[in-house]
């Protein structure tokens, strides 16, 4: 059925928990995984009369969000590892998550994109998270949501 399962992950628990999960349905069907992160962009800010004010340097940014990045992967690469699980990772430097993501999945040649619903309950746990419900609206790749 699914031999590649791209999992996007931010590092939260709810992720981290769909990532357990991914890893689990991986082993029971045979797949492997890339688990995807999208680093943001620099972000430019003004202020006033556009001044630009930041204490931040661009390649510092970048160099955090890199460190930020191979830590929340390297968490899904070990699940994977741990589990006999074939298991990559990506990132990708976008403000835009949901076009990330599926530009990922396609990179990477998945036929199945395996993402968290959102952590909130009650009335608005009836409503998908909106990234994952803009992949849903604009992936050709299948899309599975874990809840």
Known sequence: MFKHILVPTDGS???????????????ETGARITAF????????SYYGEGALID???????????????RQTLDFVVDLCR???????????TSDVPYQAIIDAA??????????ASHGRRGFSALLLGSET???????????????
């Not at 661009?58 to 969000?65: D, N, Q």
């Not at 741990?82 to 990708?92: D, F, K, N, P, Y």
């Not at 419900?133 to 809840?147: F, G």
């Open 13 to 27: 628990e709810l992720s981290k928990e769909t990532a357990r999960r991914a890893v689990s349905f991986a082993r």
């Open 37 to 44: 992160y999208a680093k943001p962009e620099y972000p430019v």
């Open 55 to 69: 204490p931040t340097t661009p390649e510092k940014f970048a160099k955090l969000a890199e460190q930020q990045a």
């Open 133 to 147: 419900s803009k992949v849903l609206t604009h992936s050709k790749i299948p899309v599975l949501v874990y809840r």
């Open 82 to 92: 741990e589990a006999g699980v074939e298991g990559s990772s990506l990132s990708l």
């Open 106 to 115: 396609s990179q990477a040649g998945c036929d199945l994109i395996f993402m």
